[in-house]
């Protein structure tokens, strides 16, 4: 099971939100290219990078410090990248600056042929994110709720060829409430691409839990505001996580 610290940035800082509540925010650093680098000294094999003005703006606002950070932490150290991705020069470009993979949520589900277009041109390079309330997919910045069912739009986007599935529950992300395993594990069943896990993760409960189910193909998990307010130390985690998929 890969874990994946996430760095929100909203106005060049490192924060967290509460359930994507733009208003409810706490600032953890104000330099997110040196929490970047803390980050990949504790172990981490990959970075999780939001643009969280991006996804209200629906274009880049954060990539100066987003270059930043891909400069730090190197080639070995993998980034993926969310926010106010809407166009293919976007794309382009972040893959330019270093980027590995990008995330798309809004523009997916509004625009699939534009999803379509991105796997063709960047294939090995497109994550796609279904962030879900009761089951249904929300947008633009988790502002908008749509009709669209979850597991349904999952299927249609795996046959665009994309890389894996970033399922965030968004009722429970910021929450530290714990991971919606049911409804994770019910997705990872219905593709055969790689699910990633987000929301709520807060405790060796939750790496417990996540490891448990890794055979139905959730590969990786997102840790945010576990790390940063201390309910989970991430190098014990990974660590721990390595060691029961050695047992298994």
Request: one cysteine or more; hydrophobic letters at 45%; glycine letters at 12%.
């Amino acid at each position: 099971m890969l874990l994946i610290p996430a760095i929100d940035l909203k106005d060049g800082k490192c924060v967290r939100l509460r359930q994507g509540d733009m208003k409810d925010v706490t600032v953890f650093s104000e330099d997110p290219v040196a929490m970047a680098r803390h980050w990949v000294a504790q172990g981490a094999r990959r970075l999780h990078v939001v643009d969280l003005n991006g996804a209200r703006a629906g274009r880049p606002v954060n990539e100066a410090v987003i270059k930043k950070i891909v400069q730090a932490v190197g080639d070995d150290v993998p980034v993926q990248l969310g926010g106010g991705i809407r166009d293919m020069d976007t794309i382009e470009r972040y893959i330019d600056d270093g980027v590995r993979y990008v995330v798309i949520g809004t523009a997916a589900v509004k625009n699939p042929g534009y999803l379509h277009d991105a796997c063709s041109a960047f294939g090995g390079h497109v994550i796609v994110a279904l962030d879900a309330k009761g089951g249904k997919v929300m947008t633009d910045g988790w502002s908008k709720l749509t009709g669209h069912d979850v597991v349904d739009l999952a299927r249609k986007f795996e046959d665009y060829g994309v890389d894996a599935i970033l399922y965030t529950d968004i009722g429970r992300d910021g929450m530290l409430s714990g991971v919606n395993i049911g409804a994770t594990v019910e997705l990872a069943r219905a593709v055969k691409i790689p699910v990633i896990a987000s929301g709520g993760v807060a405790s060796m409960k939750d790496i417990d839990a996540l490891c448990a189910v890794e055979g139905e193909g959730i590969e990786a998990a997102i840790l945010g505001r576990s790390l940063y307010e201390g309910t989970l130390d991430f190098k014990a985690a990974q660590a721990h996580a390595d060691a029961l998929a050695e047992e298994g």
